[in-house]
Each structure stands twice: as structure tokens, then as C-alpha cells.
């Protein structure tokens, strides 16, 4: 059997790297699984390795480079003593102590690792629409977040995907540094809540493309234009714009805790007291249990709470 750790961190980004270096000061000797490269679901680093420049992270005031800031937090992480493992768990038992967890075959007889403790940091992902072009323009023009990036579009024209409330605040917060913001919906009328919609309404700044999908976006090196597509006529049409927001939702990295750890009606784990799940030992920090605020700044500030309500845990239960 192996070594029972004191506590296992699974998933990386600004969460799980801050409750890395914070368990690590406190001599807990954590094992961060950061998951591996080729995976969508747990990128090592977590989104921000998807994104260019941040400009909002406090400490940086002329930006960094959404990569480098990961592997800052990483290389804090190992100072401190953490040992990292570049692999994707594929099972965890956490329904006694110590906690298993699988790496690899899942119909192993013997876990690969053991731990009192567990902090869960696998973050989500934003849903996007499917086309080739997403993956070599995100960042270049195309992006999931407008609190992070709306900044860098300034008096440009923009297009936002979606129809519910996330899109209806991404559009709104946009108005703010662009030129026009076209909202780009499958139907004629909008999901979101009655005041998000008459605020829309009101805003001379937005535009309006009902009955429509982003069937391609074009651009080599970043993005200058997309076409849309009639749902009812299937006729196509181009859209002048030069920056592309998707709107459409985030699906939290949580399949791996289904039938153990609490989730709510749209899949975020949840949490009470601080980082607390409903298993006794197991904590959760970041995006993968947080739908409100998504931002690297607060992912860390949880991943801190998660790592000090662990200690505590820890301490309190003899480990």
C-alpha cells in the first residue's frame, strides 16, 4: 500500500497551486495532481493557460502573460516543497479515511495514492460553439471572459454569443469600452431575468442579431469577422467585428466526485463554512465551486481558505 499523505491536491490553476503553497508552508508535504496537457477537462495551470495577457491580477501593474503567472504560482508552489505529479486522476474512493485515489487504471485492486485530507481544485471549463477556429483564436480576438478582457477592446466592434444572464451581463459590462456589441441569439427572445433584458433594451450601444449561430470566424492571426447563420432560413450572413465573447455557460470539472461529493442543480460543488463539502476531510476551492465570480484572484483567495480550514482539519484530527 502506499504512504497515506496528509493531503492530496487534485487540479492545479490559481486554486489549487495558492492551497499548494499554503499547506506546503505548514509543513504538510502536499502531492498536487495537476492533470496533463493533452486533457480539456484539467489543464494543468487551469484556463489561464488558455489566456494572453492578464492586466488585473494585483502585483503585476504592467500585466503578465496568463502562462507565466501559472508557472509563478508553480515554481512558489515547489519552493516550498510540494511534490507535483503531471497526470489526471481517473477514480477517488472518499467514502472512508484514509481518501484513495486512482492514477491510471482505473480497475486497479490498490489505489495509487492515500491521503487524510483532500483539497479538490479541478476548476471548469467554459462551453464553447465547436468550431476549428476556437482553439487557434482564443486569446487572439476570442474570449470567455469580459471582466478579464474587455479592457483590450476598447472602440471595438464586438459580438456576444448567448441569451441568458451571463450573456446579458458580458454585453453590458462590455458597452463600456466598445464601439457596438452585437448579442448573437439561436432564438427571437431572451432567457434572461426581465431587468437584465430592460437594461439591454435600453442600452444604445447594443445591437441585435435574433434567430442566428457563429457558424465560422474568420481571421489568421486574430479574429475579423464571423459568420452568422439564419436558424430558420439557413441563409448566411457576415458580421463585421473584431472581437467574439462566448456566452453560452461553463461546465464545472466535477464527474470524477459524482455519487460522493454534493453538487448543485448545475454541477458545482458545494461548499459551507469556507471550503467544507459534505465529506469530512475533503475540501474544495476555485471555479469548480464557484459560478458567481470565475476570476484568478478569487480562485485564489478559496484555494488559501481551503488550504488553512485543511490545516485546521488536520490539526484537529490528530494528523
Known amino acids: 500500500m502506499p504512504e497515506i499523505r496528509n493531503v492530496i491536491i487534485i487540479g492545479s490553476g490559481p486554486a489549487g497551486l495558492t492551497s499548494a503553497i499554503y499547506t506546503a508552508r505548514a509543513n504538510l508535504a502536499p502531492l498536487l495532481i495537476e492533470g496533463e496537457p493533452s486533457s480539456t477537462s484539467d489543464q494543468p495551470g487551469g484556463q489561464l493557460m488558455l489566456t494572453t495577457e492578464v492586466e488585473n491580477f494585483p502585483g503585476w501593474p504592467d500585466g503578465i502573460m496568463g502562462p507565466e503567472l501559472m508557472m509563478k504560482f508553480r515554481e512558489q508552489a515547489l519552493r516550498f516543497g510540494t511534490e507535483i505529479v503531471t497526470r489526471k486522476v481517473s477514480k477517488v474512493d472518499l467514502s472512508a479515511r484514509p481518501f484513495k485515489v486512482w492514477i491510471g487504471d482505473t480497475d486497479a485492486p490498490e489505489p495509487t495514492h492515500l491521503a487524510h485530507s483532500v ?188 488550504a488553512i480550514d485543511c490545516e485546521r482539519w488536520l490539526e484537529a484530527n490528530h494528523h
Request: hydrophobic share 40%; glycine share 12%.
Open 119 to 306: 483539497i479538490v481544485s479541478t476548476g471548469a471549463r467554459s462551453l464553447m460553439l465547436g468550431l476549428e477556429e476556437e482553439t487557434r483564436l482564443l486569446g487572439h480576438g476570442l474570449s470567455t471572459c469580459a471582466t478579464c478582457d474587455g479592457f483590450f477592446f476598447r472602440d471595438h466592434d464586438i459580438a456576444v454569443v448567448g441569451g441568458g444572464d451571463s450573456a446579458i451581463e458580458e454585453a453590458l459590462f462590455l458597452t463600456k469600452f466598445a464601439k457596438t456589441v452585437t448579442l448573437v441569439h439561436r432564438r427571437d427572445e431572451l432567457r434572461a431575468s426581465k431587468i437584465m433584458q430592460d437594461r439591454l433594451f435600453a442600452n444604445e450601444k447594443i445591437r441585435f442579431a435574433w434567430n442566428s449561430t457563429v457558424s465560422a470566424i474568420q481571421g489568421g492571426q486574430t479574429v475579423e469577422g464571423v459568420t452568422l447563420t439564419d436558424t430558420i432560413t439557413g441563409e448566411e450572413r457576415p458580421l463585421a467585428v473584431t472581437g467574439v465573447f462566448v456566452a453560452i455557460g461553463h461546465r464545472p470539472n466535477t464527474d470524477l466526485f459524482a455519487g460522493q461529493l454534493t453538487t448543485d442543480e448545475n454541477g458545482y460543488l458545494v461548499t459551507h463554512n469556507g471550503s467544507l463539502t459534505n465529506i469530512e476531510g475533503v475540501f474544495a476551492c476555485g471555479d469548480v465551486q464557484d459560478h458567481v465570480y470565475r476570476q484568478a484572484i478569487t480562485a485564489a483567495g478559496s484555494g488559501c481558505m481551503a
